[in-house]
């Protein structure tokens, strides 16, 4: 067992909370922010960010038979206000929960900050995390309004085709290590949210600044994700899909409305088993991007990193 000490310790500076683990989150997509992931992931300190579409009674479920889990598990909304009796029907009903995951595709509207102020005077003592903005002077507002974490990232995501449809989006990197100082001149915290493939990008979020990296397609396909096994051609998938894809508007809510392009796309993912082998993946390969650049922790990993351009950044000779 490798020494790299992988876990931080953070206060938050609106609510005052204190949080301790390894700071990866399951995004919280339907497929992957489930309470069966969140099940596993709990067990390495790793967190979840629990999806929307749960209702009340299944989370009062969740937490009697799992009340291990519920410190590293935040509760999705949206914005609207059928999304915000839920949360508070949820938060209510699971007093144990200490984390909030407010979630809007496009974090710039006053709407949205006046949102995230309304949310904090409900709960003045749980940790918000808000988002997705990319850069600084949002991440600023948000935070001065309440919100504890910031979630970073427009257009990065795998299955995300907003770049494409709108022409819209940020480079995450440089989205990262904006907000990063923004939110830590603050003693704010921000996520990196979406575009991480491989272990060695979960890394150059960290090195970045990143104090929580969230995934969505690198846990996407494993048996702890909603949705069937697809059998084809001998070989096994699980699907995949935006959270403003047509799948997901057809499931929650009827279709795509008509005067909006759906922004996520579907996919078909190789079936990959129990999610378990992917974080010891993913720790491993975090626990040896320390090693390699002399952080002995994770906290160490940003003040240890140079970033240098490159044009292609693996060898594809083999594939
Ligand atoms: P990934 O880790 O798969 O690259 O990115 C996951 C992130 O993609 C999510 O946390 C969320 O911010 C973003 N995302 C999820 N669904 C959609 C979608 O339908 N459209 C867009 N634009 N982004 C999405």
Redesign the pocket.
Known sequence: MSRVDLQRTFTFRNSKQTYTGIPIIA???DTTGTFEMAQVLSKHTLFT?IHKHYSVEDWKNFAASHPECLEHVAASSGSGSGDLEKLCAILEAVPALKYICL?V?NGYSEYFVEFVKKVREKFPKHTIMA??VVTGEMVEELILSGADII?V??????????RIKTGVGYPQLSAVIECADSAHGLKGHIIS?????CPGDVAKAFGAGADFV???????GHDQCSGEVIEKNGKKYKLF?????DT?MKKYTGGVAEYRA????TVEVPYKGDVENTIRDVLGGLRSTCTYVGAAKLKELSRRTTFIRVTQQSSYMFT
């Open positions: 995004a919280n997509m960010a979630d595709a988002g997705n979630k990232g427009i257009g990065p995501g795998s299955v995300c085709t907003t949210d979406g575009g991480c493939s969230m995934m969505g397609g690198m846990l996407a899909y935006g959270m403003s894809s997901a759906s922004e996520g796309r």
